[in-house]
Nanobody, 125 residues
């Protein structure tokens, strides 16, 4: 069992930044990829960024345009997502998710089988 708890969302104006945090707990071998996946109302889930827990290899979606940064603190078992220059179209619920079974890529959203409760990010114009 893997548990993930997100925090750090909020209501901000365009151009602001937020740092989202995800505390990951559970069995260590159940962590392959750990990523941030967002879902806006009426839209499908979108993988924003992910990190391989074993290698540290990082994936970013092209649509992020270099504005987002994913990082981890192994000691704290925490994954962060720094969101810069936020735009209204970034408004979504941001979920932290984990791949508990082997995956050839952290970018495979269908392999994420553990999810946090999500944290709301709302960006006003």
């Amino acid at each position: 069992q893997v548990q993930l708890v997100e925090s750090g969302g909020g209501l901000v104006q365009a151009g602001a930044s937020l740092r989202l945090s995800c505390v990951v707990s559970g069995r260590a071998f159940s962590r392959y990829g750990v990523g941030w996946i967002r879902q806006a109302p009426g839209k499908e889930r979108e993988l924003v960024a992910a990190i391989s827990w074993s290698s540290g290899n990082i994936y970013y979606a092209d649509s992020m345009e270099g504005r987002f940064t994913i990082s981890r603190d192994n000691t704290k078992n925490t994954v962060y997502l720094l969101t810069n220059s936020l735009k209204p179209e970034d408004t979504a619920v941001y979920y932290c998710a984990a791949q508990s079974t082997w995956s050839p890529s952290v970018a495979l959203i269908e392999k994420y089988d553990y999810w946090g409760q999500g944290t709301q990010v709302t960006v006003s114009s």
